[in-house]
């Protein structure tokens, strides 16, 4: 069973930046995808960046240019580095993970395995 455990976030004033990580434990194939995704309030959740199995980033139009994803040597670990943030990145944010056997995963559903949320506020 694969465990990913979220930490950082926290409050930040716009313009601001915060970082957000996500480990992952247990086994999970070398070649994953991984991704974040948010949940503002009253809203559905929505897919932010994802990592596919050959390394490649996709991010939604409304984060790009402003955050960047990645992940450690061992892919083990997935980074969020989000910087200009805005009060509309007010959100939980969550790390998703799946071994992406039959592709890309860009839906809730194509993700397995999910961290617990971590908390991202932006104030005006």
């Known amino acids: 069973e694969v465990r990913l455990v979220q930490s950082g976030g926290g409050s930040v004033q716009a313009g601001g930046s915060l970082s957000i990580s996500c480990a992952a434990y247990?086994?999970?194939?070398?070649?994953?995808?991984m991704a974040w995704f948010r949940q503002a309030p009253g809203k559905e959740r929505e897919g932010v960046a994802f990592?596919?199995?050959?390394?490649?980033?996709t991010y939604a139009d409304s984060v790009k240019g402003r955050f960047t994803i990645s992940q450690d040597n061992n892919r083990n670990t997935l980074f969020m580095q989000m910087n200009e943030l805005r009060p509309e990145d007010t959100a939980l944010y969550y790390c998703?993970?799946?071994?992406?056997?039959?592709?890309?995963?860009?839906?809730?559903?194509?993700?397995?395995?999910w961290g617990q949320g971590t908390q991202v506020i932006v104030s005006s």
């Open positions: 998703a993970a799946d071994p992406c056997f039959y592709g890309p995963g860009r839906e809730e559903p194509d993700f397995r395995y």
């Open positions: 247990g086994y999970i194939p070398i070649k994953h995808c």
């Open positions: 990592i596919d199995t050959d390394g490649s980033t």
